[in-house]
């Protein structure tokens, strides 16, 4: 039984490996054909793509080398979605034949764990190596996240869905601000001539790097702003930057102060009284609304610093770390902006109470 188990897990974490290690590893190909190399083996591109393939589960890298030493943890939020859905079809595809998403999620969870650790292992050398803790804890949060179904209710469904609007107007902004600057864009997409080849997947790893882009066009227009490199600070009141990578998406970054944009922080405000007008119509009792704030607060303040742990990291070099946003800063400023807004609603409640009473005194 046990040994059945595992085969069949075994059959379908492969397969969900398969459906993206097999792409990658003919772009590595391709490209290093293209690319040319002095060299006849084909290890060097296959090892690129398990590379490729431990990004895509946001693994960080500690990289040495004769030419570069430094830390790589800010990777596409973007490429962490496929591999979520390999994980979740062939989850779920185990739980047909085994019948029991309990057993079928902890052998499920085994197996891909085990697949992991022995590819970064084997790709592993002298100059490229994995952070074990942080891209386990990271890989264990992907494969449960994949393989647990969660009937949200509706007060956790709400704040979701509110925060994708936020993400969707932070995007908006950051297209516009691409479009006025298309000209700084193609000039750098021209200083780079990365070819057709290159081209393509400079084109490819950027639309992977739109979510990590989009949280940090919502923390500079909410006021906590993001890093862009060692000593730098930009926000709508603090303008301090050095020098940036040759990325073309990076022509959308300000040129200077804009505080008139940190009106655009008002969706926080928008979100916060939604929500909590929300809890304060359902018919409970004070207590019940009370734990319901909280738990919004909580899930908000929680969601925003993971989500900015996340998006964020290290570039490689010490000059490029950080690189987005201050997870305690965007923390303290919807906890700010949540709080505000509840204490308003409460005094405002108050206050409508009272006049209420005074009007009912004076009949």
Known sequence: MVARRFWISLQQAVRSLLIILFPLSFITLFAWATAGSTYGSTSDPMRAAVWLWLGSHLTPFNITSNEVTGYLSYLPLGAALLPWLSMRIGYKRVVEVLQSKRVSRAYFILVYVLIYSLLAFVSSNDQVSIDWLRGLLILLVLLFSATTSINFEPLVKLPGYLLLIIFGVSGLVFSVSLLLNFSIAKNLTIVLNPGIVGGMLLLGLQILYLPNLFFATFGYISGAGFSLGNATDITPFVFNLREIPAIPALAALPANKYPWIASLSLMLVIYSVINLNKINTLQIDNKSKQQLV????????????????????????????????????????????????????????KMVKKKANQSRLEQ
Do not use: K, Q
Request: charge should be positive; charged fraction near 5%.
């Open 294 to 349: 909280l738990r919004l607060l909580l899930l908000s303040v929680c969601g925003s610093g993971l989500l900015s742990f996340i998006s964020s990291g290290s570039l490689i070099s010490a000059n490029m770390d950080p690189v987005g946003v201050n997870p305690l800063r965007i923390s303290a400023i919807v906890f700010a902006h949540i709080t505000t807004v509840y204490l308003l609603m409460l005094v405002l409640s």
